[in-house]
Structures are given as structure tokens and as C-alpha cells.
């Protein structure tokens, strides 16, 4: 199974600065259509998960722009520009290149 | 409004079966895949498995932690998805979420999650 390694496992910003987490896959992610199927969820606390980037950088729809996306082969990574009050929570990145699907082990986002 | 709802968590003995249901509305049910994921107390997300659509032959994938044990299967007649769990261990305890799928990543809508507790 493909291992997807998230650093740092947690993140402590300031309200209105930037975060930014990684997300290592264990194999290239690269699928035979030449697309990577690398996503991106957010699970508040005490809510089920909910998508915020697919295929690397495509938003979902009614995701804030504050959120990107970026990476290829490897390596990925979520950025948040200016962080919200909202946006505490874990992040978890999530392969679908190859079966079985397998996500990050999570990163715990908190506001200082 | 997509809206995804589980049932049938409950507490349950080791080596014992269990269904979940998975209740969906708001969208054409028959033309998307429906996915199984969950959390162990206090832990990250597992997936589990999905079934495809009609369309794709209502072919189905699992991970290796659960394939031969659970079985994923769809009702569209009543927008209904099944997670079918046989031979519980204690570590299948956790909260089981359904989600539509709509392929290569885009596990979209999730429902709130469905308890199971497997223990003596």
C-alpha cells in the first residue's frame, strides 16, 4: 500500500498568518491518464471530513481561495494564506492513484 | 441539497455481523459510486472500499484490512448503500462514515458517521 506521510503532524498560527503542511506519498501518484489524484479534507472538531482540493490544486466547490494546493510526483502541499478561525481542525491528504486508497495520518491545526 | 445519512452503529460482540445502511438524497444516486470510510476512536481516517455505479457493472474495491470480511452493496431503487461487516474484530470499533464519490478522489458528500463498538 502506498504510505502518505504528512509533516508536521502539528501547527500552531496566529489568526490572519499563513500555514502551510506537507504531504509525502511513499510512490509517484501519477495516474496512467497522466493525472494525480491527490486530495485534500478537513475534519473540524466533531464533524466528518469534508473535501477541499482535488487532482492537486482544484478546489471544491465553496472552498475559500485562502486555500491552495501544489505538488506533483511525490510531493504536495496545502497552503493557507491567511488563517481563520474556522480553519482549526485536522488536515488530511488522501491518494486515489492507486488501490487501495490511503490518507495521511493527519495534521492538527491550531490558533495561537 | 446532497445529503448522506448512516444507520445500524451499534454495539456489537467479537466475531459477530453487522449492516450499516447508508440513506442518500438530493442527487441522481444510480450514477455515482458510494465509498466507506472510518475512524478509530481518537485516530485518523481509513478508507475502506466503494462500490461503482450501475454504469461501471457495481464493481467494487476494499482495502486489504477488511476485503473478504466486509462486502459494500447498493439498493438504487431506494438510494441505499450497505456496508456488510462479518467476522468483528475489536479494532473494527469506530465511527464509519458513507460518502458519495464521484471518482478519482472527489469523496464529496459525507454523511455524519455511524458508531460501531465491537467488544464482549
Known amino acids: 500500500d502506498i504510505v502518505m506521510t504528512q509533516t508536521p503532524l502539528s501547527l500552531s498560527v496566529t489568526l490572519g498568518q499563513p500555514a502551510s503542511i506537507s504531504c509525502r506519498s511513499s510512490q509517484r501518484l501519477v495516474y496512467t491518464d497522466g493525472n494525480t489524484y491527490l486530495s485534500w479534507f478537513l475534519q473540524r472538531p466533531g464533524q466528518p471530513p469534508r473535501l477541499l482540493i482535488h487532482?492537486?490544486?482544484n478546489l471544491f466547490s465553496g472552498v475559500p481561495d485562502r486555500f491552495s494546493g501544489s505538488g506533483a510526483g511525490t510531493d504536495f502541499t496545502l497552503k493557507i494564506s491567511s488563517v481563520e478561525t474556522e480553519d482549526v481542525g485536522v488536515y488530511y491528504c488522501?491518494?486515489?492513484?492507486?488501490?487501495?486508497?490511503?490518507f495521511g495520518q493527519g495534521t492538527k491545526l491550531e490558533i495561537k | 441539497e446532497v445529503q448522506v445519512v448512516e444507520s445500524g452503529g451499534s454495539v456489537v460482540q467479537p466475531g459477530r455481523s453487522l449492516r450499516l445502511a447508508c440513506s442518500a438524497s438530493?442527487?441522481?444516486?444510480?450514477?455515482?459510486?458510494m465509498s466507506w470510510i472510518r475512524q478509530a476512536p481518537g485516530k485518523g481516517l481509513e478508507w475502506l472500499g466503494f462500490?461503482?455505479?450501475?454504469?461501471?457493472?457495481?464493481?467494487?474495491e476494499y482495502a486489504a484490512s477488511v476485503r473478504g470480511r466486509f462486502t459494500v452493496s447498493r439498493d438504487d431503487s431506494k438510494s441505499l448503500a450497505f456496508l456488510e461487516m462479518n467476522s468483528l474484530k475489536t479494532e473494527d470499533t469506530g465511527i464509519y462514515f458513507c460518502?458519495?464519490?464521484?471518482?478519482?478522489?472527489?469523496?464529496?458528500?459525507w454523511g455524519q458517521g455511524t458508531l460501531v463498538t465491537v467488544s464482549s
Open positions: 488522501m491518494q486515489a492513484t492507486h488501490f487501495p486508497y490511503t
Open positions: 460518502a458519495r464519490y464521484s471518482g478519482f478522489g472527489l469523496i464529496d458528500y
Open positions: 487532482k492537486i490544486s
Open positions: 462500490i461503482r455505479s450501475k454504469t461501471w457493472g457495481e464493481t467494487t
Open positions: 438530493g442527487f441522481n444516486f444510480g450514477t455515482y459510486a
